[in-house]
């Protein structure tokens, strides 16, 4: 089957622009978690939702990023007012049951954001 | 706060050799430790998935070993080829996090 695809895969934003990145997750696939990767780091987490519910939002770095998943399927990542910093490939990953820590994650190709 | 460590950083071998790729990680509380492949621009391709009470994976050229009491993990991959060049992600689950979390990663070149 398909795997996990995010759209756009590049996006370019003038600083001070708002942003929505989306994430489509493998078919039936109950966890979704957000990772944002800094050029020449491993990624790191953002936040993790069990189908609609958003259990785990400690690693968004300030409260312009905000994350949904309303139907526990589709999820979207948003940037208020851009900032250079927030410069990062934004990868998205999901696994098949609950409880985030146990199962394999399968990941997306990524959006890249630049900030200007 | 768990900690992921890589080393090298970067590793550049003629074709043909057989490589190990070290990881490391501060709080052996894990639940299991995946490896990954990122070729650039690319997402991230899962190579293996170690449990914790498991003590080796094998794929193919490929074998991952863990060593939980001791935070450690190896990528073993036998006969490189240069379609192996890419760069190779160690991740645990658990200590705490829901999420991964991430060494930096090796860069790895494999030359004709």
């Known amino acids: 089957g398909a795997g996990v695809s995010q759209s756009p895969r590049y996006k370019v934003a003038k600083r001070g622009q708002d942003v929505a990145l989306r994430c489509d997750p493998i078919?039936?696939?109950?966890?979704l978690f957000w990772y944002q990767q800094a050029l020449g780091q491993g990624p790191e987490f953002l936040t993790y939702f069990q189908n609609e519910a958003q259990l785990d939002k400690s690693g968004l770095p300030s409260d312009r990023f905000f994350a949904e998943r309303p139907e526990g399927s589709v999820s979207t990542l948003k940037i208020q007012r851009t900032q250079q910093e927030d410069s990062a490939v934004y990868l998205c990953a999901s696994s098949t049951s609950a409880g985030a820590p146990y199962n394999e994650q399968f990941f997306g190709p990524g959006t890249r954001l630049t900030v200007l | 706060k768990q900690e992921v460590t890589q080393i090298p950083a970067a590793l550049s071998v003629p074709e043909g050799e057989n490589l190990v790729l070290n990881c490391s990680f501060t709080d052996s509380a894990i639940y299991n430790l995946q490896w990954f492949r990122q070729d650039p621009g690319k997402g991230l391709t899962s190579l293996l998935l170690i449990q914790s009470s498991q003590r080796e994976q094998t794929s193919g050229r490929l074998n991952a070993s863990l060593d939980k009491s001791s935070g450690r993990s190896t990528l073993y991959i036998a006969a490189s080829q240069p379609g192996d060049s890419a760069t190779y992600l160690c991740a645990v689950s658990g200590g705490g996090a829901d999420g991964l979390t991430f060494g930096k990663g090796t860069h790895l070149i494999i030359q004709p």
């Open positions: 078919s039936g696939h109950v966890s």
